[in-house]
């Protein structure tokens, strides 16, 4: 069975070039994308500036739609929700709502599995599937906006930290991004998206290059090179040094502050060498740490550090001068982890 292609995987150009080719005006494109990306429509029928035939012919070319959601899960204190997709192939994806600090934050994936194999994460012990594509990232946020909206309420930020490197399926997420941005349709400001990487070094200097106003976020968990090696295989192929290095060079040209990620681990990178070495490490850079306590997963013996612990790890970065802080652990009751419902579901 051939599927159609998905209406969020064509670009603002391909849309109108459709069109042209049907002898129809360019300006339909516009009052096709205002439909899909400022009314969230969710069929071409409901989209009704267009003629009838022309969103009968749009129904009959094009799928609206990627995924069926399988499952949705709240956590009981109600801060977040999390939602688990299932793409036409069977390929399972998590998309995350969190509601706290006056923010609606999507928490979105880019692919199916990924491939790094960080010894901690769900979604590394699931090894990689598949890359998502474009329209497949697009339609996570989408969803999400439809659900609020019908609360009266909209999405504030971004943060592509679901399941997947995204700068391992670098050409999809941005230009997953760049549609989602485009002021002719959703119009998502570009400082209201963070992207979160394992540390390819190439991807980010090709991010930075493009210079643009998302925010960055690196994935560190360990401030030293032997200890780096044991929780992320990739620190083998993109070293420490040359991963500060570029991220010293992102801070420097696009003049925008850099974040680390932690996930404590007690006994592992909890210590207070780690914490010194870390404080050395990014010394003088304009940034910012997030630490998260670990989420316990099936794969990985890891434990979460207790809260004093935590306390005396932050109190290290606070008298060198470093701006962090601990990320509350949300929807632990819902698997709210990177992964975890997915991997869940693929093992009952
Ligand atoms: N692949 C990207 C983005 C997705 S992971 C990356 O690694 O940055 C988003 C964040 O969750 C990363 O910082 C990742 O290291 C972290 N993470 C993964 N598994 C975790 C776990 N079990 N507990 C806490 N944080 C975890
Ligand atoms: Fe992949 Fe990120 Fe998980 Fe590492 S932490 S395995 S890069 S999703």
Redesign the pocket.
Known sequence: MTIKPLIFDRSFEDLEHYFEQRGKPAYRARQLWEGLYQSLATSAIEITNLPLKLREGLETDFRFSAFQEQDQLQSRDGSTQKSLLKAHDGSLIEVVLMRYDRRRTACISTQVG?G?G?V???TGQMGFIRNLSRGEIIEQVLRIERDLVEQDNHLTNVV???M???FHNYAETMAAIETLNDGRGFNFGARRFTI???GLVPMIERFTEQNLQLNL?I?L?AATQELRDQLLPINARYPLGELMHACRRHVRITKRRITF?W?LIEGVNDTLEQAHALAELITGLNCHVNL?P??P?GGYQGQQTRPEVVDQFLDVLHQQGISATVRVRRGVDIQA??GQLATEHQNR
């Open positions: 990924c790094m960080c901690f994460c769900a592509v930290m679901g997947g490197e995204p979160s990487t394992v976020a994935s968990h990620e996930a998260i670990l989420n997963t982890g990177c």
